[in-house]
């Protein structure tokens, strides 16, 4: 009864799954930091086109709240969208949404008047992996000095640093310096924990024995000694030709606990089964 409920369940699920259309926002270059008069693409990356995906966001500098792109900023075509000279206006949070409501997951867009940009992932980190960051001047990647929330981490001479093994800890506001074209904006770093992996089957397998063998183990004695009374009962009634006294006697004191015991076993197994 439970179990075709739980495939009831599971079946429901994905229909629903299947129905419900997921869509990520790519954006190339592959920055979340970007110069001033660049022009840049956001994609919307979808599993079916049908249900028409638009770029919107929220600005910081005007305060704008889910304007549209096409309508009221770059040019949408299909499900991308460009915008041919950024401004530090346009820095903001861009999502993908669907005509139905649906969002993406957003991301965020900082673009700089200055000379200076940090490239760092546009979505967060999975723990344990390395994450490169990359200070970029318009003319060249030269020594920066990189700080994560106002602190100074260390000098890199190429303008690259690597993070070995992100952990919680790394997640911040990063930025970096150079000497002769000034700083980058911040770019916020998060970092997510990798996701539990599912026991193995297995040891769900192993598990599944183990429980067999405990029901066995606990049951046996009562399934052999079920096995041995019936026998006794039958061997009794059947096998000798008892007197008819010793039949009407009253029943021994052992006779009466092996009866009572009996029933406690017939009890037991028959709400074994009833489980
Ligand atoms: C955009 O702004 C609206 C209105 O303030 C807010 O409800 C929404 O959560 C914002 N979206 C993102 C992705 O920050
Ligand atoms: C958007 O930009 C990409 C890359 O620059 C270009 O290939 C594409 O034709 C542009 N699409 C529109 C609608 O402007
Ligand atoms: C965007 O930046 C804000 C702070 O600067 C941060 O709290 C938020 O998590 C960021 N969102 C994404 C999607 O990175």
Redesign the pocket.
């Known amino acids: 009864m439970e179990e075709t409920r739980l495939l009831r369940l599971l079946f429901v699920t994905s229909l629903l799954s299947g129905c419900t259309h997921q869509a990520s926002l790519k954006i190339s270059p592959h920055s979340s930091q970007l110069f001033s008069w660049q022009s840049v693409s956001l994609r919307c990356d979808e599993d079916d086109s049908s249900d028409g995906w638009t770029v919107?966001?929220?600005t910081t500098k005007t305060g704008e709240?889910?304007t549209q792109c096409g309508a009221d900023w770059g040019e949408q075509a299909g499900s991308v969208c460009n915008i041919s000279y950024t401004f530090p206006s346009d820095s903001g949070?861009?999502?993908c949404e669907s005509t139905g409501g649906a969002?993406s997951s957003?991301i965020n867009i900082t673009v700089t008047g200055g000379a200076v940009i940090l490239q760092s992932p546009v979505l967060p980190v999975m723990e344990g992996d390395d994450v490169t960051l990359t200070c970029t001047t318009k003319t060249s990647n030269l020594s920066a000095a990189f700080n994560k929330d106002g602190s100074f981490i260390r000098t890199e001479p190429t303008g690259h640093m690597t993070i070995h093994h992100v952990s919680r800890s790394d997640e911040g506001l990063y930025k970096c310096n150079t000497i002769s074209d000034g700083e980058s904006p911040p770019s916020w770093i998060s970092v997510t924990g990798k996701p539990t992996t599912a026991p193995p089957p297995d040891s769900t397998l192993l598990q599944l024995v183990f429980r067999l063998l405990l029901h066995l183990v606990v049951f046996c004695p009562y399934c052999i000694s079920t096995v041995i009374m019936v026998s006794l009962y039958r061997r009794r009634s059947t096998g000798n030709d008892l007197p008819v006294s010793m039949e009407m006697a009253p029943p021994t004191q052992a006779e009466q606990g092996l009866a009572d015991e009996y029933n406690d076993v017939m009890a037991a197994v028959t709400t074994e089964h009833h489980l």
């Open positions: 919107r966001r929220n709240t889910r949070v861009y999502w969002a957003s």
